[in-house]
């Protein structure tokens, strides 16, 4: 080969503006979009990486799969509701569950800080384990790293995660039609705001728990009873708002939500107005959103309410599945929202970065 | 779920001896190997995992794949023949080659640190690519988290891979046989102390350059050719000398090696006195040992040598594939080795921490 050809061509992401890589490139809103459809998605081109979904679809020899992977960089490592160790089993079989797969099998990297207490792993390790037994994956693959005290920040965990889809429908922003409904599985904004309670050391009357949950189960069983998934998105960094975004602008249509369909807990929406947050920003683990035609959507909804959501101490009271919006029509890619007072306002990707390591 | 109830376990490594994480766990040595063998196989248990190769060989309807998973954490980013992005493509290329998967996709996983300058993410974006596309496999899907400055160290790198297994044989320990003999696919050496010597700001006459390189089209071409290969292992963390104990150790073999046949370049060799390394301990990125039965030893050396490592810059002079041993019975588990000097005696796994942040 000769010497590195593309090394002359210059960098996509104009220098100039953002010479260094910012906390908010990692946020889950525009800069992040940014890094991935000017910097990774041409760099990497190929058929698979363009649909942009959390997950790839590959064929091989005629068996559909789904492989995606994420870092996890969460801070406290330990928070109310999760850990890294569970967040990192659960956010990957998520993922999976997004396009329609059965997830199977987990890879686990470890990027450990020397003096990183061998207790704290040890807690860490049994939480993935059990996380795995729930989402009833094996973590059949490995590795591990240490740097130098100082340059880590105790640990950081990769999991890449393979399923296999057994059904035949495409799931991706793609396969939005107007008229689709939008259907939430539950109240939106613990996970960010538990993570953020713990760092501001705020007490509220109750502990505000991550909604951390494996949700492959819940997916299987919605497409085992024939409903018409078109997408699906979890609503990890970024929130729903820029969920949303992405699938309007993918898929060139109109969403329009209406925010008194939104749940919000109580607590979780006095916390986000102590700390200035917008919950439709704020990052979930639990949460996603599936496009579905009207014809499906109380089926869906049936479905949603009687599941389980495998989580240790969820209070499934809050937990509240609804339609929360429709797809109206073909557009440049935006997102409505009529708000609590009735006006219709524009709802756009998160810029800049609300939380930083959330996940 | 009730309460955690593996929570009470205590932890498998003595915290007594070991209360922290120490660099020797990420060292590819005795450290690395307790805690695999003590703490993640026996938390993770399952059929798969516990065959402790490179790669988790999974069978999925049918058809069987290799999956595997590395994170890359290697300084300085920039090194002689290569950076911390081909050395991410190439380390986990050549991990599914090593039981005989042919690569197909990989998923990228990065860990930026906020002040990255976005120059240098673009140059390791594009190696990445470069280095995907000599080794014919397609980056599908990825992942971007940011750690806020002093939490990280410029960038860290994961991959995953996926590889199909197109052949019968079972590749692994348990398959070395009595009378194989253990062919090595060139000189050691090189890739750890081209890191050394940027990092000590040594000089050589000639610049030693890493031999990072992908392995796949090389172990394909043997497999097609009907070449019977057991069992191999890429010679990266704890080099020649840990690989070699890590397969003596899984299949209950004794290993002879003779040291007179194993190359070592003569600058390497140098930089390794002047440094106070043994250069069987010393990482690899594009040498590996295949245990193969007499029969084939001879077609498959000769497949190696006319074999064109896709390389940059690759001195193929230095490349000189040769039997360096064999495996000569059952036994506890040990390596040993005929000196220059004809005294026999073991090579151990590497104890402690050789060489830091080598990949």
């Known amino acids: 080969m000769s010497m590195n050809p593309n090394f002359t061509l210059s960098c996509p992401i104009p220098i100039q503006q953002y010479p260094t890589v910012l906390l908010a490139h990692g946020g889950g809103g525009k800069l992040m979009h940014q890094l991935i459809e000017q910097m990774f998605v041409p760099a990497f081109s190929n058929a698979t990486l363009n649909v942009r979904q959390d997950a790839a679809a590959i064929a091989l020899n005629g068996q559909n799969l789904a492989f995606t992977t994420d870092s996890y960089v969460v801070r406290p490592l330990f928070f109310p509701g999760g850990d890294i160790g569970s967040l990192a089993v659960n956010g990957t079989v998520n993922d999976l569950a997004m396009v329609g797969a059965r997830p199977l099998y987990l890879s686990a990297g470890f990027i450990l800080e020397e003096g990183l207490p061998m207790e704290t792993l040890w807690r860490i390790v049994q939480s993935m384990q059990q996380a795995a037994q729930a989402a009833n994956v094996q973590i059949v693959t490995g590795d591990t790293k240490v740097v130098d005290n100082g340059k880590g920040d105790g640990i950081f965990v990769n999991t890449a995660g393979i399923g296999i889809i057994e059904y035949p429908q495409i799931i991706a922003p793609q396969s939005v039609q107007p008229g689709d409904v939008v259907i939430l599985n539950g109240d939106i904004g613990r996970h960010g705001i538990a993570i953020m309670a713990v760092r501001e050391g705020l007490e509220f009357e109750t502990t505000i728990e991550s909604d951390s949950a494996p949700l492959a189960d819940l997916v299987l069983q919605l497409l085992a009873a024939g409903i018409e998934i078109h997408c ?70 049936g479905i949603m309410r009687s599941h389980k959501i495998e989580k240790e101490n969820s209070n499934l009271s809050d937990i509240n599945p609804c339609i929360i919006g429709y797809v109206t029509e073909k557009s440049s890619g935006i997102v409505k929202m009529t708000s609590k007072i009735g006006v219709q306002r524009i709802v756009d990707m998160l810029s800049g970065e609300q939380l930083p390591r959330i996940c």
Do not use: H, W
């Open 232 to 301: 699906m998105r979890d609503l990890t960094r970024g929130g729903l708002a820029s969920a949303l975004n992405e699938i309007a602008e993918v898929a060139g249509m109109e969403i329009a939500i209406v925010e008194t369909q939104i749940p919000v807990r109580e607590d979780v929406q006095g916390a986000c107005e102590i700390l200035g947050f917008d919950p439709l920003y704020v990052a979930n683990e639990g949460r996603f959103v599936a496009f579905i035609p009207t014809k499906d959507a109380e089926q869906a909804l």
